[in-house]
């Protein structure tokens, strides 16, 4: 059974910082894509960044330079991380983990955690 559990979301100001968390319990492929997926009210769910086992990554235009994506898979203990720098206002969005059973997710991922708030004002 997956489950994926994000943390770190909150108010910040314009220019400040975050970093979200996602654990992953129960995930046991060696092949996989993890990711970070966001939605803002009134818009569709859209990628963020992600990375596959490889340790290939891919981080969206709109939060290219700021944003970096990072794994950790520390005794079987996979951990997922965002870390958010220079936030603008148009970077508020529920932020939803994601992981797949291959070397690519997208919106249509298999896995979903709950989502964590981002809002930046």
């Known amino acids: 059974h997956v489950q994926l559990v994000e943390s770190g979301g909150g108010l910040v100001q314009p220019g400040g910082s975050l970093r979200l968390s996602c654990v992953a319990s129960?995930?046991?492929?060696?092949?996989?894509?993890m990711g970070w997926f966001r939605q803002a009210p009134g818009k569709e769910r859209e990628e963020v960044a992600t990375?596959?086992?490889?340790?290939?990554?891919?981080?969206a235009n709109a939060v290219k330079g700021r944003f970096a994506i990072a794994i950790s898979n520390d005794n079987a203990k996979m951990t997922l991380y965002l870390q958010m720098n220079s936030l603008k206002p148009e970077d508020t969005a529920m932020y939803y983990c994601?992981?797949?059973?291959?070397?690519?997710?997208?919106?249509?991922?298999?896995?979903w955690g709950q989502g964590t708030q981002v809002t930046v004002s």
């Open positions: 994601a992981a797949d059973r291959s070397t690519y997710c997208d919106v249509l991922a298999r896995f």
């Open positions: 129960g995930f046991t492929f060696k092949v996989y894509c």
């Open positions: 990375v596959d086992s490889a340790g290939s990554t891919s981080v």
